[in-house]
């Protein structure tokens, strides 16, 4: 099984895409498959040696709906996906590309809500220390009543 963070990366696909002489070339070089989230946080349940209910727990998420989520059977928002990877200590590259799998905008700097999580997952802070910088600084929270 290929570890989170082994994959070729994005950059280097799409040099040897555009280099090919057709996409049958490329597609014949490099395997591309689709992959699912469900699928990559079960990848990171083993990089992180962590449970689903360790993760359900420090994410401070509803366990019917989260294990719903691990099994693949509900799309999770945005801010469910951030809770998930701040419950797994995903760092800020596992926390994009769950992102992206969930189908969501990766964090940008240049938004200041995704800013301070994005400061929040660099220095390995807990979900909980997340939301309380987000209040302090008056952004919404990712556990919030919305």
Same mark, same amino acid.
């Given at each position: 099984? #290929?570890? @989170?963070?082994?994959?070729? &990366?994005? /950059?280097? !696909?799409? $040099?040897? +895409? ?11 070089? #490099?395997? @591309?498959?689709?992959?699912? &989230?469900? /699928?990559? !946080?079960? $990848?990171? +349940? ?101």
């Amino acid at each position: 099984m #290929v570890q @989170a963070g082994d994959e070729r &990366l994005t /950059d280097e !696909l799409l $040099e040897m +895409l555009l280099e090919s002489a057709s996409p049958e070339a490329y597609l014949s070089e #490099v395997r @591309a498959e689709e992959r699912c &989230l469900s /699928d990559y !946080l079960q $990848e990171l +349940l083993q990089v992180h040696e962590a449970t689903r209910s360790e993760v359900i727990r420090a994410s401070g998420m509803n366990a019917t709906y989260c294990y719903q989520v691990f099994q693949g059977t509900r799309h999770p928002s945005r801010d469910n996906v951030l809770m998930i990877a701040f419950g797994m200590g995903c760092t800020l590259e596992e926390t994009q590309r769950m992102l992206r799998f969930a189908g969501h905008n990766e964090l940008w700097c240049k938004v200041r809500r995704d800013a301070i999580v994005i400061f929040c997952l660099e220095h390995r802070l807990s979900r909980v220390a997340c939301d309380d910088e987000l209040w302090r600084l008056g952004e919404k929270t990712l556990l919030s009543e919305e």
